[in-house]
């Protein structure tokens, strides 16, 4: 799986090649994220013209379960996979577009009571994962790749964490295949959940945003919900990714130390380096929005914008999500995610409704 | 997300490769110049 997220290509291949590289998969990302669309509109007009009250499935879950058809039955060609790869930069493009949405004043409260949550669920989790690895008998990094992908940011965490703490690229592998296969399964578990207690639209973005771990089922699972309930997951999971350099950096030191290696030595450095950029992006759309300098009319554009980046990131969660690659992973690693998963899920939703009455 | 993945504990040359997410920034602004600018005047959905 790990090969189907991250971009590589040769320095020396020049920038005309690489991109005439991501044009196939470009064109499949739009493709299946326009027929979930597509499917969404022809429903609700069928539903329309013969009076008959279908239930309103939202485009996110039909350009996921497309792309998941596509990928699990004639799977994805080799063409298509750099372009494919691409729905990651949309994901972020998306969020900083998102920025228009949010007065910066929302921003800081519902911000400042995601990252309160964030610092809880991010010590727990650490802590309940490193234990959870070691009574399973997991190797040591293994375990605390599992650790950092569940307790902040996925995929993101682990790559950061694989080259900060020198984790072997196996282990690096297990560890991504078992969250995402985790991610797949709570993009249709949470809005369940969420619906069945009936949780309100900023509870359940709260979350979704504290207890699905990669950034593109977090976000997927708060559309599914509702609009409103996406905009608080990215929001809620925006604060967590913005925590990564911190966690990240405490590993290294820790590993660094215990293997007797050279430790890091610029910190600030460090920190720069694996802070996501796209959290400021979004901060500065943000406050542009709140000092009026866009019209209504051009926020509407930027959110229009912003539903459009959203739709290839959702085309490509289904289309890189192969289920027979994730299960020759193992088990033992996917159950020790599995069972934090589901810990994880337990305590922020815990957090969530305890913060609730605070949120309103 | 694949913007960190340039992680080690060891310092690197310093170079000016922008990462993906400096792209992505970097491309939500320059779209949102264009709509304040008027030059994007209807997005539909």
């Known amino acids: 799986m790990a090969t189907s997220i991250a971009i590589s290509t040769p320095r020396s291949e020049n920038l005309l090649k690489r991109t005439v590289r991501l044009i196939p998969g470009l064109f499949l990302l739009i493709a299946v994220g326009y027929a979930g669309k597509f499917v969404e509109q022809s429903i609700a007009r069928y539903g329309k013209a013969h009076h008959l009250t279908l239930p309103n499935i939202e485009y996110v879950l039909w350009a996921i379960l497309i792309g998941l058809l596509i990928s699990n039955t004639v799977g994805v060609p080799k063409l298509f996979r750099p372009g494919l790869a691409t729905y990651e930069f949309w994901l972020k493009a998306g969020i900083v577009l998102l920025g228009s949405r949010f007065v910066l004043g929302d921003v800081l409260k519902l911000g400042g009571v995601s990252l309160a949550l964030v610092v809880i669920e991010i010590s727990v989790s650490l802590i309940f994962m490193t234990a959870l690895g070691r009574a399973m008998g997991l190797k040591?990094?293994?375990?605390?790749?599992?650790?950092?992908?569940?307790?902040i940011c996925?995929?993101?965490?682990?790559?950061?964490?694989?080259g900060a703490i020198g984790a072997d690229e196996e282990d690096t592998s297990f560890a991504i295949a078992a969250i995402l296969a985790l991610g797949a399964i709570a993009l249709f578990v949470f809005p369940l959940i969420g619906h069945w207690l009936g949780m309100s639209d900023t509870s359940y973005g709260l979350w979704a945003g504290l207890g699905v771990d990669n950034t593109a089922e977090a976000t997927a699972a708060g559309a599914l919900y509702s609009d409103a309930a996406g905009k608080v997951a990215v929001l809620a999971k925006t604060a967590r990714n913005a925590m990564i350099g911190f966690v990240v950096l405490g590993y290294a030191i820790y590993w660094a130390r215990k293997e007797h290696n050279p430790s890091v030595k610029n910190k600030a450095a460090f920190l720069w380096t694996k802070f996501p950029k796209f959290v400021l992006?979004?901060?500065?759309i943000s406050a542009l929005a709140t000092a009026k300098f866009f019209t209504a009319p051009q926020l509407g554009n930027l959110a229009n914008l912003s539903?459009?980046?959203f739709l290839l990131t959702f085309a490509g969660v289904g289309l890189r999500t192969n289920i027979a690659e994730m299960r020759k992973q193992g088990l033992r690693p996917f159950l020790v995610g599995a069972i934090g998963e589901v810990a994880i899920a337990g305590l922020t939703l815990g957090l969530v409704l305890l913060a609730a009455r605070f949120i309103r | 997300m694949t913007e960190t993945n340039e992680g080690s504990s060891q310092p690197r040359k310093a170079s000016l490769r922008i990462s993906l997410?400096?792209?992505?920034?970097?491309?939500?602004?320059?779209?949102?110049?264009l709509v304040w600018l008027g030059w994007i005047k209807h997005v539909p959905w």
């Open chain 2, 21 to 33: 997410d400096g792209w992505a920034v970097a491309l939500a602004i320059a779209v949102s110049l």
């Open chain 1, 307 to 309: 539903r459009w980046a």
């Open chain 1, 140 to 151: 040591p990094k293994l375990t605390s790749l599992l650790a950092v992908g569940s307790s």
């Open chain 1, 154 to 162: 996925g995929v993101s965490a682990i790559i950061a964490a694989e």
């Open chain 1, 281 to 284: 992006g979004f901060i500065l």
